[in-house]
């Protein structure tokens, strides 16, 4: 048995994330570099490197949170839509044209895009929890990233009285990035691996314990944010501005970091369940506790990542990137229809018009940008433009493909992002990338408190923050009936979470909103299981379960077969037709 840190590369055997990690995040891109990412023998070396390696973390989980291989996720929540097959888009939100209904996971080592979607996540959180646990790890080994240091207390840091500011800081990041990885895995995948700094591993993948459940992810994931929010109220500082993004990345406080924490930790607990039987079960006082705290409390705060010119399209950001391109994604008809009057679900025969017709702001008349374009079939802004969408009349998708998803409209909130070339003034693909606003915490606070019997009338206001504020529309209040105020939330949270990573997906599977056949979660990537000599095994589709893991299992947490397990089944199979054979003589 080794420890943790005394195998190289911290045994990235086990989750293949030393190898894989690097090519699978990369996206189509392969030559664009990553300014955050230094060599490996420097990063893992020193203190300066370490806390580059702290940088090239948050840049692998904005991809792993909202790359390439998400956007099939969104379509398959009806969210998004696109006929392209790009990142297996067509193949995972199609109904009735690869599959009867939706087709499950295709998990393959050998299933080019199909099976990429499944391994993109795995490998790009496990690859963000790589980097904050070798800075544990240095630091727990006496590594110190202040001038003044002396291994006298329980950080091994520094004396008392002397300046541990950097120490504390890198300290209370890495958690939370840990945390960050565990609650991806959490919400994504059935299962997955809790290991950290102080992890002991057998020598052999063959000798691996079983996976940890979704259940343990979760919980070690609110284990490392709790942690890591402790560690941030130890003392006052700065993050590096870099970590945010080169030339432009803001910098965070450790009380705007704080606040951040408790976002995400209200987040998992609400975006978690994978039906409405775990949703209404989910701990919703603790997302009271937790949203109440975040980073619409106080003086509100937005956790932003810019996207520099390396790092656009074909970069690291594709969920905002394309689906603010009119001529690459559009709005799925389910919402078009949610969020105006003239506009109907599924695509009609004459298609959905424009203008829009909508009392949202965010809506408005569907014009778009400085003057009529003919390539987009939009016109040009006025003083009615939504602030979030516009109406393009051209149908981009070829009706070949089934155009049912289809619809004129089209998500602009975070044009500037867009990357395949609306050619507007403001748009060249790069700029400031919101992923958690005050609008998300406020949302995730209203409902938490209408499902646990809180405060209605402060749930009517947080709802209103972004209903009245943003869109114009009608206010409700407390006094109006649960129906009210969860269709109005539901409403808000439609918009609001549009763009934000796999989040329109978690919220649609949480109220039993996918279509049929349509997978609830990821299994654990067939190469990874591979290497653990583990039988592969898969979710959706005709075939099998959208959740459920395969039959002969108890719960998430089942010892999956090995290759001996395996070749026993061959073994057995062969003695029963040799023996049916002899009958049939």
């Not at 295709?106 to 646990?133: C, H, K, M, R």
């Not at 520094?158 to 890495?174: E, K, L, Q, Y």
Request: charged content about 15%; proline content about 6%.
């Amino acid at each position: 048995m080794n420890s943790l840190r005394e195998v190289p590369m911290l045994r990235l055997s086990i989750t293949g994330l030393a190898l894989v990690a690097a090519a699978v995040t990369a996206g189509c891109n392969l030559d664009v570099s990553n300014p955050n990412a230094p060599d490996a023998n420097r990063a893992f070396g020193d203190p300066a490197g370490l806390q580059q390696l702290l940088g090239g973390a948050f840049r692998s989980w904005v991809e792993a949170r909202s790359g390439y291989y998400v956007m099939p996720l969104d379509a398959q929540a009806d969210n998004y839509t696109a006929s392209w097959n790009n990142a297996a888009i067509r193949y995972y939100s199609s109904v009735g044209s690869d599959c009867p209904a939706r087709c499950g996971w295709n998990n393959s080592p050998t299933a080019s895009d199909a099976g990429l979607v499944i391994e993109s996540q795995w490998y790009g959180y496990y690859t963000v929890w790589f980097a904050a646990t070798h800075v544990l790890a240095a630091m727990k080994d006496g590594l110190c990233f202040d001038d003044d240091c002396s291994p006298t207390n329980g950080f091994k840091r520094t004396t008392p009285g002397s300046d541990s500011t950097t120490t504390v800081r890198n300290r209370a990041i890495a958690q939370m990035l840990q945390g960050m990885a565990f609650a991806g895995i959490a919400l994504m995948y059935d299962s997955g691996f809790v290991v950290d700094e102080n992890t002991v591993l057998p020598a052999s993948p063959a000798d691996y314990p079983p996976f940890n459940s979704r259940v343990e992810m979760r919980a070690a994931a609110l284990q490392k944010l709790q942690a890591a929010y402790a560690t941030a109220g130890i003392t006052t500082w700065k993050t590096e501005s870099e970590w945010m993004g080169v030339d432009a990345g803001t910098a965070y406080t450790n009380v705007q970091i704080q606040k951040l924490i408790r976002t995400m930790e209200a987040e998992l607990i609400a975006m978690w369940p994978r039906n409405s039987t775990e949703n209404v079960a989910a701990d919703w006082a603790s997302v009271v506790s937790y949203a109440s705290q975040g980073v619409s409390s106080g003086t509100p705060v937005t956790w932003q990542f810019y996207i520099d010119i390396s790092a656009r399209d074909a970069g690291i950001e594709y969920v905002k990137s394309w689906g603010n391109s009119i001529l690459t994604e559009r709005v799925d008809t389910r919402v078009a229809a949610l969020i105006t009057t003239n506009h109907v679900n599924p695509w009609p025969a004459g298609g959905n018009p424009c203008p829009t017709i909508s009392p949202d702001k965010r809506v408005g008349d569907g014009s778009y940008g400085p003057a009529n374009s003919s390539d987009f079939g939009t016109v040009a802004a006025t003083a009615n433009a939504g602030t979030d969408y516009a109406c393009s009349g051209i149908a981009i998708f070829p009706a070949a493909r089934g155009q049912y998803h289809q619809s004129n409209l089209q998500h602009i909130r975070y044009h500037p992002l867009a990357g395949v070339g609306e050619g507007l003034p403001a748009d060249n693909g790069t700029g400031q990338n919101p992923f958690y606003t005050p609008q998300m915490n406020d949302l995730l606070w209203a409902e938490a408190l209408i499902r646990s019997n809180g405060d209605r009338n402060l749930a009517a206001t947080l709802i209103n923050n972004s209903r009245v504020t943003r869109g114009g529309l009608a206010a409700v209040s407390g006094s109006d009936a649960d129906t009210v105020l969860l269709t109005a939330l539901h409403y808000e949270q439609e918009i609001e979470f549009m763009g934000q990573g796999a989040t329109p997906y978690f919220n649609r599977r949480r109220v039993d909103g996918l279509s049929l056949g349509t997978p609830r979660q990821m299994p654990v990537p067939a190469k990874e299981l591979s290497l653990l000599l583990r039988s592969t095994y898969t979710f959706g589709g005709p075939s099998k379960p959208d959740m459920v893991a395969p039959v002969g299992g108890a719960g998430d947490n089942w010892s999956r077969p090995t290759v001996v397990d395996r070749w026993h089944e061959v073994q057995q199979a062969r003695a029963r037709d040799a023996f049916l054979g002899r009958l049939r003589l």
